[in-house]
């Protein structure tokens, strides 16, 4: 059973830094299309970032692009999401989500839609103040 637990959120001041983990038990990360996706009250679930360790190219909502970066440690089944220049409005909990990659699947295809994924940690609040 694939298994999901993100930390390192918190509070930080706009402009500062955060560095979010994703622990991926369960499987091997190699073999998912994984994503983050971040949620506010009363917003849909956004995606933030994706990637793909079979191709390497991550791809980003137009929000956080220059600002965040998704990287995977495959050895190690880690998925980080290194967030730069934070501001308030990237406050919200901040999910991982991850779905095998099936033959002939396209990892950024749709890599922003929520139902693609069918596993999904915990979530991790992310707290800017201007």
């Known amino acids: 059973q694939v298994q999901l637990v993100e930390s390192g959120g918190g509070s930080v001041q706009a402009g500062g830094s955060l560095r979010l983990s994703c622990a991926f038990s369960?499987?091997?990360?190699?073999?998912?299309?994984m994503a983050w996706f971040r949620q506010s009250p009363g917003k849909e679930r956004e995606g933030v970032a994706g990637?793909?360790?079979?191709?390497?190219?991550?791809t980003y909502a137009d929000s956080v692009k220059d600002r965040f970066h998704i990287s995977q440690d495959s050895p190690n089944n880690q998925l980080y999401l290194q967030m730069n220049s934070l501001k308030p409005e990237d406050t919200a909990t901040y999910y991982c989500a991850a779905v095998v990659r099936r033959p002939f699947m396209q990892c950024d295809h749709n890599w922003d839609d929520p139902n693609r994924y069918n596993y999904w940690g915990q979530g991790t609040q992310v707290t800017v103040s201007s």
């Open positions: 990637i793909y360790a079979g191709d390497g190219n991550p």
């Open positions: 369960g499987s091997t990360v190699n073999a998912y299309c």
